[in-house]
């Protein structure tokens, strides 16, 4: 080996030497940090598969339905109704048949994980990983081809599916999931249409995209029957895709008087449509983050909740943002004969039920300041909508 060689080498040593010293104390001083840029480095890159590109798909894909049902039988899920709807026939069918599997070692695993460490983190993470799964004969099978990443964030404290491939297979095949899922699929299939039915899906992308700036070339929307209020939403830069996890629409409808169905419907649409804009309205407040802090004096003078996913300026400020701007989508959607109504019962359930006390206000100088600006896009408002917040601390 020649001398310049061996310089370089050495050189290369030295610097592989001084990154892992960097390394080290970074990780004694913020093992979060490190931890979080390890996995973005590491983790199999986001892809999509052809099935959704390009597309709006309304789907109950199978493991995120079998996890849903394990999810069901806990005690977790079944003392909150804001995870887990009873009301209807398929509740009905899903404690009939799987009853007996409550003490299951699957349900019991996942409802340790609820107990320990929270719900909201565990379901995400569920409802994330099932996407890459799919059953074969009661057999789990990685489809590769559409990889969904888990949050960094304390993978330790979260149900991972590829961790318990072993209990989710024994609880399929014990069950037999596989019978009870296909015989519903005409049940899955008839709400799916329903959603087509109720939610102007191409409609609501076409507006928000006028309105924003950020494009989306793929919208997944999962529901299950059993979801009660619980919904979230993810968004992947890389592929310009959005996931939508939702509740089921009205499942009947064809009992609904024509005057009655943009009424009904819109309530559908707003779940839906809340979740989605949700993909568009954060990456702008992210612009506005000093604004934020300076004239939200206090998240809790907005917010009236006990508890709960929105203990930030941050995620109040969305929320009233989200359904704000279902508001003005209405205002340029529904009929003049219905609107009134439609915005009325949203706004009455946000401020009202969901204790977001200071909507009411806030959604007529949301309106007014669409109106008066000749309905610009949304991030024209941001400025304003501050300064009249402040004024208001």
Same mark, same amino acid.
């Given at each position: 080996?020649?001398?310049?060689?061996?310089?370089?080498?050495?050189?290369?040593?030295?610097?592989?030497?001084?990154?892992?010293?960097?390394?080290?104390?970074?990780?004694?001083?913020?093992?979060?940090?490190?931890?979080?840029?390890?996995?973005?480095?590491?983790?199999?890159?986001?892809?999509?598969?052809?099935?959704?590109?390009? &597309?709006?798909?309304?789907?109950?894909?199978?493991?995120?339905?079998?996890?849903?049902?394990?999810?069901?039988?806990?005690?977790?899920?079944?003392?909150?109704?804001?995870?887990?709807?009873?009301?209807?026939?398929?509740?009905?069918?899903?404690?009939?048949?799987?009853?007996?599997?409550?003490?299951?070692?699957?349900?019991?695993?996942?409802?340790?994980?609820?107990?320990?460490?929270?719900?909201?983190?565990?379901?995400?993470?569920?409802?994330?990983?099932?996407?890459?799964?799919?059953?074969?004969?009661?057999?789990?099978?990685?489809?590769?081809?559409?990889?969904?990443?888990?949050?960094?964030?304390?993978?330790?404290?979260?149900?991972?599916?590829?961790?318990?491939?072993?209990?989710?297979?024994?609880?399929?095949?014990?069950?037999?999931?596989?019978?009870?899922?296909?015989?519903?699929?005409?049940?899955?299939?008839?709400?799916?249409?329903?959603?087509?039915?109720?939610?102007?899906?191409?409609?609501?992308?076409?507006?928000?995209?006028?309105?924003?700036?950020?494009?989306?070339?793929?919208?997944?929307?999962?529901?299950?029957?059993?979801?009660?209020?619980?919904?979230?939403?993810?968004?992947?830069?890389?592929?310009?895709?959005?996931?939508?996890?939702?509740?089921?629409?009205?499942?009947?409808?064809?009992?609904?008087?024509?005057?009655?169905?943009?009424?009904?419907?819109?309530?559908?649409?707003?779940?839906?449509?809340?979740?989605?804009?949700?993909?568009?309205?954060?990456?702008?407040?992210?612009?506005?983050?000093?604004?934020?802090?300076?004239?939200?004096?206090?998240?809790?003078?907005?917010?009236?909740?006990?508890?709960?996913?929105?203990?930030?300026?941050?995620?109040?400020?969305?929320?009233?943002?989200?359904?704000?701007?279902?508001?003005?989508?209405?205002?340029?959607?529904?009929?003049?004969?219905?609107?009134?109504?439609?915005?009325?019962?949203?706004?009455?359930?946000?401020?009202?039920?969901? &204790?977001?006390?200071?909507?009411?206000?806030?959604?007529?100088?949301?309106?007014?300041?669409?109106?008066?600006?000749?309905?610009?896009?949304?991030?024209?408002?941001?400025?304003?909508?501050?300064?009249?917040?402040?004024?208001?601390?």
């Amino acid at each position: 080996m020649n001398k310049k060689v061996q310089t370089y080498t050495g050189w290369l040593l030295l610097g592989l030497l001084l990154i892992a010293v960097i390394m080290g104390i970074a990780y004694l001083v913020n093992p979060k940090y490190v931890k979080d840029k390890a996995f973005n480095l590491f983790y199999p890159p986001i892809e999509i598969s052809e099935k959704y590109r390009g &597309k709006i798909v309304v789907e109950v894909p199978e493991v995120y339905e079998l996890l849903q049902i394990a999810c069901s039988l806990t005690g977790s899920f079944q003392d909150d109704s804001n995870l887990l709807r009873k009301n209807s026939d398929y509740y009905g069918d899903v404690y009939k048949y799987f009853k007996n599997f409550e003490n299951h070692q699957l349900v019991l695993t996942i409802n340790d994980y609820f107990t320990k460490y929270g719900i909201a983190r565990s379901q995400h993470a569920i409802r994330l990983n099932s996407l890459n799964y799919t059953l074969d004969s009661n057999y789990i099978v990685n489809l590769k081809k559409f990889v969904i990443p888990l949050s960094n964030r304390d993978p330790d404290k979260k149900f991972i599916i590829s961790n318990h491939i072993d209990l989710i297979e024994d609880f399929a095949r014990q069950s037999d999931f596989k019978d009870f899922y296909e015989k519903h699929n005409s049940y899955y299939e008839k709400l799916i249409n329903n959603y087509f039915e109720f939610c102007d899906f191409q409609g609501m992308k076409t507006w928000l995209e006028n309105k924003f700036s950020s494009k989306y070339q793929s919208y997944r929307i999962i529901f299950s029957p059993l979801t009660g209020g619980f919904h979230s939403t993810s968004r992947f830069k890389r592929t310009n895709q959005t996931l939508m996890f939702v509740s089921a629409p009205r499942e009947n409808i064809d009992s609904l008087s024509s005057e009655e169905f943009e009424i009904v419907s819109s309530r559908s649409s707003r779940v839906v449509f809340t979740e989605i804009d949700h993909n568009y309205v954060n990456p702008v407040t992210d612009q506005f983050l000093e604004e934020l802090e300076s004239d939200m004096t206090n998240y809790k003078d907005w917010n009236g909740q006990n508890g709960g996913s929105y203990q930030s300026k941050y995620k109040t400020f969305n929320e009233y943002m989200t359904w704000g701007i279902f508001n003005l989508y209405a205002l340029d959607t529904y009929s003049e004969e219905n609107v009134e109504e439609i915005i009325k019962y949203q706004t009455d359930f946000i401020t009202d039920t969901r &204790k977001f006390i200071r909507f009411r206000e806030f959604n007529e100088e949301l309106i007014r300041l669409y109106k008066s600006k000749g309905k610009p896009k949304i991030e024209e408002l941001y400025e304003p909508i501050f300064e009249w917040m402040k004024k208001q601390s």
